[in-house]
């Protein structure tokens, strides 16, 4: 007959019970770092709304502040100084539309991010749209990550 050591059987179950284990706290710990990620990618989308909703706002800022001064008219400026960045040209048509832009592609602020500004003036109505970027007006065709935000007002009419 063929006996077995107790001793070598109690070996084989801790060895089994080892891997076991170790098992179970990896998968826990790749499941931990997939959350982890997960949190990491919302946190970085979420940082970059907030620059392009903020580029946007700075940019209806500009825009009201300018047109409360009656720049945007027929015969107006050909450009304007918006907070740090100066000497935007005014494209404009005799219709009453106005596009504040560096190249035709909007221009940066001075931290890096990209702000469209269109100004539509029609029937004593004013409508001023702004698109804003989290990266610059160049890397708004290149970069994967774009996070575009766009602010509309309008008034006037009463």
């Known amino acids: 007959m063929h006996m077995i050591s107790t001793k070598n059987s109690k070996q084989g179950f801790?060895?089994?019970?080892?891997?076991?284990?170790?098992?179970?706290i990896l998968a826990m710990a790749i499941g931990m770092s997939?959350?982890?990620?997960?949190?990491?990618?919302?946190?970085?989308?979420?940082?970059?709304?907030?620059e392009a909703f903020?580029?946007?706002?700075?940019?209806?800022?500009?825009?009201?502040?300018?047109?409360?001064?009656g720049?945007?008219?027929?015969?107006?400026?050909?450009?304007i100084t918006c907070g740090p960045v100066?000497?935007?040209?005014?494209?404009?048509?005799?219709?009453?539309?106005?596009?504040?832009?560096?190249?035709?592609n909007g221009f940066d602020w001075s931290n890096g991010n990209c702000v469209r500004i269109f100004v539509t003036k029609d029937a004593g109505?004013?409508?001023?749209e702004v698109f804003g970027y989290n990266v610059t007006c160049a890397e708004i065709s290149e970069s994967p990550r774009v996070v575009?935000?766009?602010l509309r007002v309008r008034y006037g009419g009463f």
């Open 148 to 150: 575009e935000r766009a």
């Open 54 to 69: 903020y580029a946007a706002d700075s940019g209806i800022q500009c825009a009201v502040m300018y047109d409360s001064q």
């Open 34 to 50: 997939s959350i982890a990620l997960k949190q990491l990618v919302l946190a970085s989308t979420a940082d970059d709304a907030n």
């Open 86 to 104: 100066q000497n935007i040209p005014i494209d404009s048509n005799d219709a009453g539309y106005y596009i504040l832009a560096q190249e035709t």
């Open 14 to 24: 801790i060895s089994l019970f080892t891997v076991l284990l170790t098992t179970v």
């Open 125 to 128: 109505i004013t409508e001023i």
């Open 71 to 79: 720049v945007f008219q027929v015969g107006g400026p050909n450009e």
